[in-house]
């Protein structure tokens, strides 16, 4: 939508900066800006392009939040002490935007806008104004932007983050909501806000929970001196320091006066304080807090914790988690605690543990719910009666009254990252150069505007080439043309893989990469769902998945553009017993990962459908990725039928009886198949190939491999026999008896003709990883 008007008024545009640079070759040299007009921006590109207030006391530009991640922010212009800033604005807190090519522009319409890469629109002041239109900040630290005839369109002011600053009002419907933590500035769980009835309160507002705990909720309005008849409901601080709220809230910075700078800050871990620059030591003092007993804050150590008051830690209290728990992120407190057992409603097997001392708010733990909470427990000498929580009875003992603690007021910054790649579009490579050009060649105008035209003609995007910068900004994987496809291929000459619904051609990209380029044989489905199904694959990312790179779609030409995998797939390895027991072992819990990954962790559920060696790869390490999944998906749209699963798909030796036998089809149908699929492994005989006795129907027919495994296992008594008469001669001897004890056990349990007795992937992880005994 800008991007055409923009695009319009470009020739206009360029002949005006032509113009004006003729005359003033040096006014884009001037690092410090004043005010912003229409029609100009600021780039993220230039960290020397801030807003300056008039007296320089606060700036407004882009601070960097993460690699690659920045926000449109308001800032104290002087540093402290270690050199940062202090942030008491942010436009875009909950989306970063990349470093490159994003802009603010106050647009021709009065509209102020925050673009992510050139593309995307984040934020917007959503204004409107014919006349000229100016931003400014000032030395308050508010951006205004103003008509020439001095109306304020909008205000900084009035759309708080998580500070107030002196003469900033809060008013009704706005709030102070807190940071995440210390590093991230992204919407915290605190707010200070004006409640329904007229008083200012503190609200902790968690992912499953929320509750007001200042002033204190036991207490009435009265008890607490607030007064909810003043339906006002403004609150300000001056800039003496004085805090006053229309409920009668009030209070006097301790070293009030005018002169220092002050903020009103919602901190992250849920107290309100009242900083005092201290111009000497360049560091904020507090002059004032809400809440004294930092145990009172609800959710700061998350759920099943307790918080207990020591003076020394930083906010006053350190953080544990209850026996039995343990610490779930090491990065985010707030996560708090999770068991380290499982708990099941049926068994009786739970035994209670005495914790004294002890108080929790909310306690939900002796009713069986699914999500067991404590919430807000905290440990003090005033607290008469012991809590008691549920635990397993065989690890009772071991707890006796034991608690972890978490000192979480450090947690080690994380830097938030945006991976992605850039095209730069061409027009503003156009308009780099006219700009080079015009300034050049000063009064020659004419030259120019004709110039103007002829690239413009040359360079406009279609909307499909804009569709696909987008695309690729966003989801970091490209489009090829068939063209590009064809020549890294040459001509489709080396195949090196068939099926899938496609044949794989080898091929070296323009960017050298060697890539596995598969032509799809019967997708007939738009370009734009192709496109959907692709991008879907293309954000799956897993080390035991293969990764895609792009794609091509062109007419009846339909591709994937896929990582080159070295050593081929598991098939061919198998056929010619390069894969030694501890291989065949790693590739059993590689491609174990993987699938767990698509049925459980993505973002989107994917069943593979159609898992066999020949879908399995190896690297140059020989470790497992798994190849072809989210294609059962690709390839179905074109048929016609909506219903997901219209035909059997996968192949014969490797499907599930719920295929045959028309069941709902779940993941238990990728784990069936992963089970032949290790069967082969151990054994080293193809499902179908070997026939050690006639079935008759087809069904039964396809499960040989599970049915001479089973027999030979129920023959022979001896464990270690019947081991060696089924593993694949190959390693004979040359195993460790254990783990394959354990292989066989869970590649018997995902072959199960009932999909419900048969184990999930995250499961069939554990036992292989924790090499738990099997029970065959
Ligand atoms: C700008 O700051 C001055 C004092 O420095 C103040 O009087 C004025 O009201 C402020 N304007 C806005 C729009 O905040
Ligand atoms: C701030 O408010 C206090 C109390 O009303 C008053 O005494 C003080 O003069 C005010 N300061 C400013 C700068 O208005
Ligand atoms: C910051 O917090 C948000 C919201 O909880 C989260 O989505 C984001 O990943 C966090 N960023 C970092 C760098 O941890
Ligand atoms: C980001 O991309 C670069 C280059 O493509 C890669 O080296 C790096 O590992 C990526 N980082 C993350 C966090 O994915």
């Not at 049926?346 to 733990?365: K, P, Y």
């Not at 009666?385 to 910054?413: A, W």
Request: glycine share 8%.
């Amino acid at each position: 939508m800008h991007n055409n008007n923009h695009f319009m008024s470009m020739p206009i545009l360029i002949l005006f900066i032509s113009l004006t640079l003729s005359f003033l070759p040096l006014s884009f040299s001037t690092p410090y800006i004043h005010s912003l007009n229409k029609g100009s921006s600021l780039s993220v590109e230039k960290p020397d392009q801030v807003l300056i207030s008039p007296k320089g006391v606060f700036s407004a530009g882009f601070h960097s939040v993460g690699d690659n991640a920045y926000c449109f922010a308001i800032w104290f212009s002087e540093p402290l002490y270690d050199g940062s800033h202090t942030i008491v604005w942010m436009a875009n807190r909950d989306q970063p935007i990349n470093g490159r090519l994003s802009k603010l522009c106050l647009l021709q319409n009065g509209n102020l806008i925050l673009t992510d890469a050139g593309q995307l629109n984040v934020w917007a002041t959503g204004t409107e104004s014919i006349s000229s239109a100016q931003l400014l900040l000032n030395d308050t630290g508010n951006l205004v932007l103003l008509t020439l005839e001095g109306l304020i369109l909008w205000q900084s002011f009035d759309s708080p983050t998580d500070t107030l600053l002196p003469n900033q009002p809060l008013i009704k419907n706005k709030k102070l909501v807190s940071s995440r933590s210390q590093t991230n500035y992204s919407s915290g769980f605190y707010n200070l806000f004006f409640d329904n009835d007229n008083v200012l309160r503190l609200l902790f507002a968690g992912p499953e929970t929320s509750s007001i705990y200042w002033p204190d909720p036991w207490l009435n309005n009265w008890e607490t001196l607030r007064s909810s008849y003043n339906d006002d409901r403004t609150a300000v601080l001056n800039s003496s320091g004085h805090f006053k709220s229309t409920d009668n809230f009030e209070f006097t910075a301790v070293d009030s006066g005018i002169g220092t700078q002050k903020r009103l800050t919602m901190d992250y871990d849920g107290n309100i304080r009242l900083y005092s620059l201290d111009k000497i030591g360049k560091i904020w003092s507090v002059s004032w807090q809400a809440i004294q007993k930092p145990c009172n804050i609800h959710g700061i150590c998350g759920p099943n914790s307790l918080c207990t008051y020591v003076p020394l830690e930083k906010f006053g209290r350190r953080c544990y988690c209850i026996p039995g728990y343990k610490i779930k992120s090491h990065t985010d407190q707030s996560l708090g605690c999770e068991p380290e057992f499982s708990l099941s409603c049926s068994d009786g097997e739970a035994g209670f543990l005495e914790l004294h001392f002890t108080g929790a708010m909310v306690f939900t733990n002796y009713n069986c719910y699914t999500k067991s909470l404590l919430l807000n427990g905290y440990r003090s000498t005033g607290f008469p009666d012991p809590m008691y929580i549920k635990l397993p009875k065989v690890t009772l003992k071991s707890y006796t009254n034991h608690v972890q603690g978490f000192s979480s007021d450090c947690p080690r910054p994380v830097s938030l990252q945006l991976n992605r790649t850039y095209k730069k579009p061409q027009e503003n490579e156009t308009l780099q150069f006219l700009v080079w050009f015009a300034s050049a060649i000063g009064g020659v105008e004419i030259i120019c505007v004709c110039l103007v035209f002829c690239f413009l003609y040359r360079t406009r995007p279609d909307s499909v080439a804009t569709t696909q910068s987008y695309l690729q900004i966003a989801t970091g994987f490209r489009k090829f043309t068939y063209s590009e496809l064809k020549q890294a291929t040459h001509n489709f000459g080396e195949e090196i893989g068939r099926g899938g619904g496609g044949i794989v051609y080898k091929g070296v990209l323009s960017d050298h990469r060697v890539a596995a380029i598969k032509q799809l044989n019967d997708a007939n489905q738009g370009e734009a769902e192709f496109l959907a199904e692709a991008s879907t694959i293309g954000r799956v990312n897993h080390m035991n998945l293969i990764e895609v790179w792009g794609y091509c779609a062109e007419g009846k030409h339909q591709l994937l553009v896929y990582e080159y995998m070295e050593h081929g797939s598991l098939a061919e390895n198998l056929a010619t017993n390069t894969l030694d027991w501890v291989k065949r072992f790693d590739i059993a819990v590689g491609s174990a990962k993987g699938l767990a990954y698509l049925h459980e962790e993505c973002l989107e559920w994917v069943l593979h459908c159609d898992v066999k060696p020949q879908n399995i790869l190896l690297d140059s390490n020989y470790h497992p990725k798994v190849a072809d999944f989210g294609l059962s998906k690709l390839l179905n749209r074109g048929g016609g039928h909506n219903s997901s699963f219209s035909k059997v798909r996968g192949t014969r030796g490797y499907t599930a009886p719920e295929w045959i036998f028309n069941h709902r089809i779940t993941s238990k149908v990728d784990v069936y198949s992963y089970g032949v699929v290790v069967l082969e492994m151990v054994t080293g005989k193809s499902p179908l190939t070997n026939s050690p006795s006639s079935g008759n129907s087809g069904d039964m027919e396809q499960r040989h491999l599970v049915k001479w495994v089973r027999e030979k296992m129920n023959e022979t008594v001896a464990k270690e026999s019947w081991l060696e008469e089924i593993i694949d001669p190959v390693m004979k001897g040359r195993y460790d008896a254990s783990k394959m004890e354990i292989l066989v056990g869970v590649a018997l349990q995902c072959v199960e003709e009932n999909k419900d007795a048969r184990r999930t992937m995250s499961q069939v992880i554990q036992r292989l990883v924790h090499h738990e005994p099997s029970d065959y």
